[in-house]
T-cell receptor
């Protein structure tokens, strides 16, 4: 059974700071991960997909995957109040596994 | 154009009733899902269909019955509703091997059982 553990938070940062969100996972064979963002009352939306070791940057967002240590992280630079949401890391379906396995999410609040 | 659409968005019903939630996707995906998000915000998969075939059936009460008439539709019927069924139900879809198997979610159906 694949598991994705996420630091439960909640996390509060001031506007302009760096927010750091982390997940660990159980399956050494895991190849890739998603980060989803979910605003209150809305559905999850994909913001980052990382499938190789190292960093992937997209604007203010940087995803990091460390397969040796089995963790994946999301850094949000210059945090904005509009970044306030729950962030979910997820391991995508693959092979015979059709599930998208979610962590429990981290609630991020960016204070103006 | 709405990619994954589900109806109704809000549903308030009494215990013991039977209700259905419908889902349609126009993305041409071959896999569809039902996820449940409880009050603690944990997203948990319930069912998945690939090309109309049931491939994931998690530990869910028999009162929940999915039905996929074709690849673009996946409905969820719930019999004898209980208070604990109150949650947000998300339909989602993906395409095998495409786009990193990215899953796209519908807007959710807020079910309240009173």
């Amino acid at each position: 059974q694949k598991e994705v553990e996420q630091n439960s938070g909640p996390l509060s940062v001031p506007e302009g700071a760096i927010a750091s969100l982390n997940c660990t996972y159980s399956d050494r064979g895991s190849q890739s991960f998603f980060w989803y963002r979910q605003y209150s009352g809305k559905s999850p939306e994909l913001i980052m997909f990382i499938y190789s070791n190292g960093d992937k940057e997209d604007g203010r967002f940087t995803a990091q995957l460390n397969k040796a240590s089995q963790y994946v992280s999301l850094l949000i630079r210059d945090s904005q109040p509009s970044d306030s949401a729950t962030y979910l890391c997820a391991e995508p379906p693959g092979g015979s596994n059709y599930k998208l396995t979610f962590g429990k999410g981290t609630l991020l609040t960016v204070n103006p | 154009d709405t990619a994954v659409s589900q109806t109704p968005k809000y549903l308030v019903t009494q215990m013991g009733n039977d209700k259905s939630i419908k889902c349609e996707q126009n993305l041409g995906h071959d896999t569809m899902y039902w996820y449940k998000q409880d009050s603690k915000k944990f997203l948990k998969i319930m069912f998945s269909y690939n090309n109309k075939e049931l491939i994931i059936n998690e530990t869910v009460p028999n009162r929940f019955s999915p039905k996929s008439p074709d690849k673009a539709h996946l409905n969820l019927h719930i019999n004898s509703l209980e208070l604990g069924d109150s949650a947000v139900y998300f339909c989602a879809s993906s395409h095998s091997g495409a786009d990193g198997n990215t899953i796209y979610f519908g807007e959710g159906s807020w079910l309240t059982v009173v």
